[in-house]
C-alpha cells in the first residue's frame, strides 16, 4: 500500500518533468522554425526597401518604420494617461463601491476582444471624426488595448512603495503630490519600466485592432513631402499597415509571387523584435535595480570605507 | 511668502490630484463608450432592418445575397473552438503552476517562467501563420481533408492561452498557506497526495479564474484563428472540419460592407455578442472569486 503511493508519486513527478521539458521543447521549435524558415531577414534590402505588388523581391521597409511609429505615438498617449491612473487607484482612489465599479471596469476593457476594439475605433475615429484609416486612430486604439495592462503594472508598482519610506517623506514635511513625485515614483520606476517595454512588446505584434483603423495601405512615403501630405512619413492623419497586419494581409490576399517567403520573413523580424523587447526588459530591470540599490557605485563606497579605515 | 507657499500647494496638491482622477475617470467613460457604441450599433439589426433576434441566435444560414441572417454556427465555432482549447491548455497550465511551485522551483523559475513569457509575447498573427505553414500541412497530410479545421484553431489557441491559464494558476497556488502542505506531509502523504488532495482544491479559485480568463481570451482571439480555421460557413461536421467564429467574419466582412446595409448591421450584432460574451466571463470571474473570498 505504502509503497504503491509511492510509485504513483514516482509517475506523477515524471509528468511534470514530463510536461515541463515539452512546453520549453515546444518554444524552442517555435522559434528554432521562424528563424530557420525566415533565415535571412536581416538582409537590408528587405528589412528597408519598398515593397512590391507585383513582382518579387519586395522589401517591408514602410511597414517597419510605420510599425515603430505606431508604438511610439501609441506610447506617447497611453503612459501618461496609464501612470496617472495608477497613481488615482493606489493613492487617491477611496475604498468603495465607485472603486469596485472602475476595478470592473478595467476588467472588462482587458478583456475585450482586440477586433471589438479595432471596430469601436472603426465607428469613432474612421467614420464619426470622418479621419480615415490613419495612424493617430490605429495609436488610440492601441491605447486602449495597452491602457488596463499599464495601470495596473503602474498601480501595483507604486502601491508596492513601503508605507515607512512615505511616512519618512511626510515627516519631513512633504506634502502627499511630492511624496508621490519624489519618493514614491523612483522607487516603482523599475516595475514601470519593465511592464512598458513589456507591454510596447505586445504592441507591437498587434494586428487585428488595426486592420479597420490604420489601413491596410501605406502611401509611397517620401520624407521631402509637406507634413500635411498623406505622403510624408511623420504624418500621424495618413494611413498605415504595420508589419503585424502586412503578415495577415499577404496571409490573406497576397498576390506577390513571393508573399510567402516575405510573410516568413517579416513573422521571423517580428519575433526578433519580441525577443529583443523581452531582453531589453530584463536588462531594464537589472540595471534600474543595481541602481536603486547602489551597488553600482559599491567600487567608490568600499574604497571610501577603506580610507576611512586606514585613517582610524 | 505665505501666500507664495500655498500657490505652490495648490499647484501640486490639487492640480496633481485633479489630472490623476481624470485618467481614473477616462478609463471608465472609455470603457463605458465602447460598451454603448457598439451595443447601439449592434441593436440597429433588429430596430433598423427589422431581424428577429431569434431567428438571428439559432439559424444557421448566414447568406447576405438571400437576406438570411443566422449566427449559430460563428457562435457554435467560437465556443468548440475556446472550449476545445480550454480542454487542451487548462490540464497542461495547472500542471506547470504545480511543477513551478513544488516539483522544481529553482528550474522553473529559471526556465519555464521565461519561455511562458515568451509565448505570450508571440504576436498572434505568428501564431496563425506558424499554424499555416506547419500545422495545416501536417494535418492534411495525416488526417486528409483541406487541413484548415476546426482542430488546427483549437492546437493554435491552446498554445496561446497556456501562459495565460499557468501563470495565474502559478499565483493561486503559490497563495496556499505553507501549513497545508506541511500538515498533509505530517499525515504521510506523498508529494503527490499532498499537492493533488490538498493544494490544488486549497487554490480552486484562482485556478477557475486563471481557466476563465484563458477562456475568455480564447473567444476573443481574431486572426490566429481565423488564418487556420478555414472561414467556410458551416456547422462543422467533426475536428477535422473547417468552420467559422465570430471573430473570424469580423475580420473579414466588415470593409466589404456599406454602412448601414443589412449586412453590416448584422455584422455589428456579432461584434456586440463578442462584446456581450467577454463581459460575461468577467462577471463568471468576479462570482468565482466572491465565492472563493467567503469560503
Known amino acids: 500500500m505504502r509503497s504503491s503511493a509511492r510509485t504513483v508519486n514516482n509517475i506523477w513527478t515524471g509528468i511534470f518533468y514530463a510536461i515541463a521539458f515539452a512546453v520549453i521543447a515546444l518554444l524552442v521549435y517555435l522559434v528554432v522554425e521562424i528563424i530557420s524558415r525566415g533565415w535571412g531577414f536581416w538582409d537590408p534590402a528587405f528589412l528597408f526597401g519598398r515593397p512590391s505588388n507585383t513582382m518579387a523581391g519586395g522589401g517591408i521597409g514602410p511597414q517597419l518604420f510605420n510599425s515603430f511609429y505606431l508604438l511610439i505615438l501609441s506610447l506617447i498617449i497611453s503612459v501618461p494617461l496609464g501612470l496617472g491612473a495608477g497613481i488615482y487607484l493606489a493613492e487617491y482612489a477611496k475604498q468603495g463601491r465607485f472603486l469596485n465599479f472602475v476595478r470592473l471596469c478595467i476588467e472588462t476593457m482587458a478583456s475585450l476582444p482586440s477586433i471589438v476594439v479595432g471596430l469601436f475605433g472603426l465607428l469613432i475615429f474612421v467614420t464619426l471624426a470622418h479621419w480615415g484609416y490613419t495612424l493617430i486612430g490605429g495609436a488610440l486604439v492601441l491605447t486602449i488595448l495597452n491602457l488596463p495592462g499599464l495601470t495596473r503594472v503602474c498601480e501595483s508598482a507604486i502601491a508596492s512603495v513601503p508605507q515607512n519610506v512615505k511616512e519618512a517623506s511626510y515627516g519631513l514635511g512633504a506634502t502627499k503630490w511630492q511624496t508621490l513625485v519624489k519618493v514614491s515614483l523612483p522607487t516603482a520606476m523599475q516595475e514601470i519600466i519593465t511592464g512598458v517595454i513589456l507591454s510596447a512588446g505586445r504592441v507591437f505584434g498587434e494586428a487585428a485592432a488595426l486592420i479597420y483603423t490604420a489601413g491596410l495601405t501605406t502611401p509611397m512615403l517620401n520624407t521631402a513631402a509637406d507634413l500635411s501630405s498623406p505622403v510624408n512619413p511623420f504624418n500621424i492623419f495618413r494611413p498605415a499597415e504595420t508589419l503585424a497586419v502586412h503578415i495577415w494581409k499577404l496571409n490573406s490576399e497576397g498576390i506577390v509571387p513571393d508573399a510567402a517567403a516575405i510573410a516568413t520573413k517579416s513573422a521571423a523580424v517580428l519575433i526578433v523584435m519580441v525577443l529583443m523587447f523581452n531582453i531589453l526588459a530584463r536588462l531594464a530591470a537589472k540595471t534600474l535595480d543595481k541602481y536603486n540599490k547602489g551597488t553600482s557605485r559599491k567600487k567608490k563606497v568600499q574604497k571610501s570605507v577603506d580610507s576611512v579605515q586606514k585613517t582610524a | ?295
Not at chain 2, 503559490?174 to 486549497?202: C, D, I, K
Not at chain 2, 462543422?236 to 473579414?252: A, H, Q, V
Open chain 2, 1 to 295: 511668502m505665505k501666500g507664495k507657499k500655498s500657490i505652490n500647494y495648490i499647484k501640486n496638491e490639487y492640480i496633481g490630484r485633479t489630472l490623476v482622477t481624470i485618467c481614473g475617470f477616462l478609463i471608465v467613460l472609455t470603457t463605458l463608450a465602447i460598451i454603448i457604441f457598439i451595443c447601439q450599433k449592434g441593436m440597429q439589426s433588429f430596430l433598423d432592418s427589422k431581424l428577429s433576434l431569434g431567428e438571428f441566435l439559432t439559424s444557421d444560414k448566414w447568406s447576405p445575397n438571400n437576406k438570411s441572417y443566422g449566427a449559430l454556427v460563428f457562435i457554435a465555432g467560437s465556443t468548440a473552438v475556446s472550449l476545445g482549447a480550454v480542454i487542451i491548455s487548462a490540464p497542461i497550465g495547472i500542471a506547470i503552476a504545480i511543477f513551478n511551485n513544488h516539483i522544481a522551483p529553482k528550474f522553473g523559475a529559471r526556465f519555464l517562467k521565461p519561455v511562458l513569457e515568451l509565448l505570450v509575447g508571440i504576436p498572434s498573427v505568428v501564431y496563425g501563420f506558424l499554424g499555416v505553414v506547419i500545422l495545416v500541412p501536417m494535418l492534411r497530410e495525416n488526417f486528409g481533408g483541406v487541413g484548415f479545421s476546426l482542430i488546427a484553431g483549437v492546437i493554435v489557441l491552446s498554445i496561446m492561452i497556456l501562459p495565460t491559464i499557468a501563470s495565474i494558476a502559478d499565483d493561486a497556488i503559490r497563495g496556499v498557506s505553507p501549513a497545508y502542505l506541511e500538515a498533509s506531509y505530517g499525515l504521510g502523504s506523498t508529494r503527490w497526495q499532498a499537492v493533488s488532495r490538498v493544494v490544488v482544491p486549497a487554490a480552486k479559485t484562482g485556478i477557475m479564474t486563471g481557466v476563465v480568463l484563458g477562456l475568455a481570451r480564447a473567444f476573443g482571439e481574431a486572426l490566429a484563428v481565423q488564418m487556420v480555421i478555414g472561414n467556410t460557413v458551416k456547422l462543422p461536421d467533426g475536428l477535422y472540419s473547417p468552420t467559422s467564429t465570430l471573430t473570424g467574419i469580423l475580420s473579414m466582412d466588415m470593409s466589404n460592407t456599406l454602412n448601414g446595409t443589412a449586412w453590416n448591421n448584422a455584422l455589428w450584432t456579432l461584434a456586440m455578442i463578442l462584446l456581450l460574451i467577454s463581459f460575461l466571463f468577467i462577471l463568471i470571474i468576479r462570482v468565482i472569486s466572491k465565492k472563493g473570498a467567503q469560503a
